[in-house]
């Protein structure tokens, strides 16, 4: 069993920078692919980044790619979402999702972008 907590969200305004940070227990996250997601108001969750087990491997929406970095830190069990050049569209509630075999959630954390 694997617990996930989300942090870092907040309000910043656009052009800002953010980095969210996903703390695991109950198991190390290192035997984990590891994702993140966000789900807009009236909007579909969608994914946004994954990395490996391994770290060694990453993938980006579209929508992100260039502005977003996740990243993890075995030592730590924890998992970061790196988020500049923050735009109105991205505000949303970010989700990390944790996979193998079986798959664990957080509960989220709410990212405000506005001026």
């Known amino acids: 069993q694997v617990q996930l907590v989300e942090s870092g969200g907040g309000l910043v305004q656009p052009g800002g920078s953010l980095r969210l940070s996903c703390v695991g227990s109950g198991s190390t996250l290192s035997a984990y692919a590891m994702c993140w997601y966000r789900q807009a108001p009236g909007k579909e969750r969608e994914l946004v980044a994954s990395i490996t087990t391994t770290g060694g491997g990453t993938s980006y929406a579209d929508t992100v790619r260039g502005r977003f970095t996740i990243s993890r830190d075995k030592s730590k069990n924890t998992v970061y979402l790196q988020m500049s050049s923050l735009k109105v569209g991205d505000t949303a509630v970010y989700y990390c999702?944790?996979?193998?075999?079986?798959?664990?959630w957080g509960q989220g954390t709410q990212v405000t972008v506005r001026s």
């Open positions: 999702r944790a996979f193998r075999m079986v798959e664990y």
